[in-house]
Nanobody
Framework: VQLQASGGGLVQAGGSLRLSCKAS????????IGWFRQAPGKEREGVSC???????YYRDSVKGRFTISRDNAKNTVWLTMNSLKPEDTAVYYC?????????????????????WGQGTQVTVSS
């Protein structure tokens, strides 16, 4: 099982980035996939999650700016981030949930995710 996150970088406030999470070693169809982030000195927090049926969740601070999507045939999940803010600066991780569906009240709990990618740095300058 492997998750390869990429697409991070340095961008000015208001800019956009598209993160990719390429999965290998398992069938993406059977798992919800989440994006999390961790800023220096802070706990890891959920950013977004997409279930196998395509339903999605977002943390409040990114709603309307970030979009999560998946293509099971390509074994890839994307996180499109628009209108980036300095407070979005963090290392972003994608993770595979144990289940194909994560309930709304649990989507941002790291304990529901058993496999993690290596992370990609996103830095937003003001």
């Amino acid at each position: 099982v492997q998750l390869q996150a990429s697409g991070g970088g340095l961008v000015q406030a208001g800019g956009s980035l598209r993160l990719s999470c390429k999965a290998s070693g398992f069938t993406l169809d059977y798992h919800a996939i989440g994006w999390f982030r961790q800023a220096p000195g802070k706990e890891r927090e959920g950013v977004s999650c997409i279930n196998s049926d395509g339903s999605t969740y977002y943390r409040d601070s990114v709603k309307g700016r970030f979009t999560i999507s998946r293509d099971n045939a390509k074994n890839t999940v994307w996180l499109t981030m628009n209108s980036l803010k300095p407070e979005d600066t963090a290392v972003y991780y994608c993770a595979r949930a144990y289940a194909d569906y994560v309930e709304a009240r649990y989507w941002d709990l790291t304990g529901n995710f058993g496999s993690w990618g290596q992370g990609t740095q996103v830095t937003v300058s003001s």
